[in-house]
């Protein structure tokens, strides 16, 4: 059995992290994403002491949770009125089958190397401590101990109900699955497997201040295993803590995925071109833009608590400058904000439903409700309209989402060179699919990895990026 190093299965003393904090305070955050809240917003809430643990519980939680629901369905078919204690006895029961499968000679699926897994009493044990340390649920204290040793001795019962739920064997809402089947008749298994394991550590090289080598040489001083899939990127092999990489403070790279790292490749700019990143915040399409080119760059973001993030970013890879003018408004309501200097390139990175990103965001799935679909895609088709509006004739328009749903991807492309007689469209990567490893010979299909980017990679590890659209236009003159 492995257990995380900085948890102790032990009760909580200074300095040290119990199990049974970490399980209430990953209950606490399961609670809130079944309210509706961000998993990111309510661990940034969680005691800092407790975070990494309870983040690496509640990740591995929201990847189970249609069938940790499913399982307590089976054990207390009326659902508890105190949602706390539901949380928690779906956070155990995660735990506890993840515990049972790595043991278990029949088990369809092993847990990955990055699962919590802990003994079975352990779990049991420190739940029911959990639920003895918090006021409201002390009552329930026996419920949780009878509960889990309950589905321990009936394991193999219980499992075989539960998993007569789709949701149980799936762990996605029934909708998206359907949709996903719709739109990859042959990928959507490979989809929802691969929405469950974790995205790679990938690092976009700032060519104002390093180069790949330079950094590939520095993490293998420090023997960090590292590689290059592609111009400008460096994946690691295991993630680590990215303040303790070199390179971090010296701003020698960002964080950001594969995919992703592809936006500012696929706009045409050079040095002195006027530029829009249309939905800048936080900034990494943006930075990347300016560390290709001295750009006079309009970054507009209709969030201004997400815009200060831009000014952060460009901050720290030293790239603001007088060149680089921050605007709060809605990217669509043109007047509010344009002056009327026609835009040589437009970077439309359109919010959506992040269908793409799951690997890094597994609470996403449980959050939207499918008529979000419509409604992210009518939004997405109002902004890239106006934008449309600002271009100059000549110029360039990439759209792109973190989405693998086509109504926010190909279909959007297709009904926007419908409404627009001036558009043209050009080679882009389309539909990038988390599920072909970069280097390997499916990746040269362009319907899943543009391929120019990855042609000849001798990958040492498969690394594949985020779900990802891109579609780029120009305006005939
Ligand atoms: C996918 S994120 C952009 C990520 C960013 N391009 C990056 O690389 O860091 C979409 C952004 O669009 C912003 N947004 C949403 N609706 C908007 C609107 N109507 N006008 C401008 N920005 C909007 C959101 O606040 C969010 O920051």
Redesign the pocket.
């Known amino acids: 059995m492995r257990v995380f190093s900085h948890v102790q299965d032990t009760p909580s003393r200074p300095g040290r992290i119990s199990l049974s904090d970490t399980l209430l305070a990953a209950a606490q955050n399961v609670q809130a994403v079944l309210a509706g809240r961000s998993l990111s917003d309510s661990l940034a809430a969680t005691d800092p002491a407790l975070r990494a643990s309870a983040q690496a519980v509640s990740f591995h939680v929201m990847r189970r949770l249609g069938l940790a629901t499913a399982l307590r369905e089976a054990l207390v078919p009326r659902k508890p009125t105190n949602p706390l204690l539901d949380a928690l006895l779906r956070v155990a029961l995660a735990l506890l089958e993840t515990a049972a499968a790595a043991t278990d000679p029949d088990a369809e699926s092993r847990p990955g190397r990055e699962v919590p897994v802990y003994a079975p009493h352990t779990v049991v044990d420190q739940a029911v401590r959990a639920a003895g340390a918090h006021r409201k649920l002390k009552p329930f204290k026996g419920l949780v101990n009878g509960v889990l040793r309950r589905f321990l001795r009936e394991r193999p019962s219980i499992l075989a109900q539960a998993l007569r739920d789709p949701l149980a064997q799936y762990n996605h809402p029934q909708w998206w699955v359907e949709r996903l089947q719709q739109a990859y008749p042959e990928h959507w298994q490979a989809l929802l497997e691969a929405a469950d394991r974790p995205g790679p550590l990938a690092l976009r090289v700032n060519a104002r201040r390093a180069h790949v080598e330079q950094v590939l040489d520095a993490f293998d001083a420090a023997g960090i295993e590292a590689f290059s899939p592609m111009p400008g990127a460096v994946v690691l092999a295991e993630p680590r803590p990215v303040q303790a990489l070199p390179g971090f403070e010296e701003g020698w790279w960002s964080v ?1 995925d594969l995919s ?1 790292q592809l ?1 500012a490749r696929l706009l045409p700019v050079h040095d002195g071109m006027h530029v829009l ?12 833009l300016l560390e290709q080119a001295d750009l006079q760059l309009t970054a ?4 201004a608590q ?2 200060a993030r ?1 000014s952060d ?1 460009l901050q720290r890879l030293g790239l603001l400058s007088g060149k680089v003018q921050l605007r709060c ?5 043109v007047h509010a904000w344009w002056n009327g200097e026609p835009y040589e390139a437009i ?1 439309a ?4 439903t ?1 269908s793409g990103v799951l690997r890094r965001h597994p609470d996403i799935r449980w959050l939207r409700r499918e008529d979000d679909l419509a409604r992210t895609a009518a ?1 997405q088709r ?2 890239v309209d106006a934008l449309w509006g600002v271009l100059k004739p000549g110029g360039h328009l990439l759209y ?3 989405s693998i749903f086509p109504e926010e991807g190909e279909l959007q492309a297709q009904a926007f060179m419908r409404r627009h007689g001036n558009a043209q469209r050009l080679p882009a990567p389309g539909q990038i699919l988390p599920i072909i490893p970069v280097g390997s010979a499916d990746s040269c299909s362009r319907t899943i990895w543009p391929h120019a980017h990855v042609q000849g990679v001798d990958a040492p590890f498969p690394v594949t990026g985020d779900g990802f659209y891109y579609a780029l236009f120009a305006k005939k003159g």
């Not at 990143?277 to 990347?288: E, F, R, S, V, Y």
């Open positions: 950001q992703a936006a990143d249309a939905c800048a915040a936080p900034g990494g399409k943006a930075a990347h507009l973001d209709f969030d997400r815009l831009v970013t408004a809605d990217a669509a309501d970077l990175d359109v919010p959506c992040a939004l109002r902004i792109a989402t973190c």
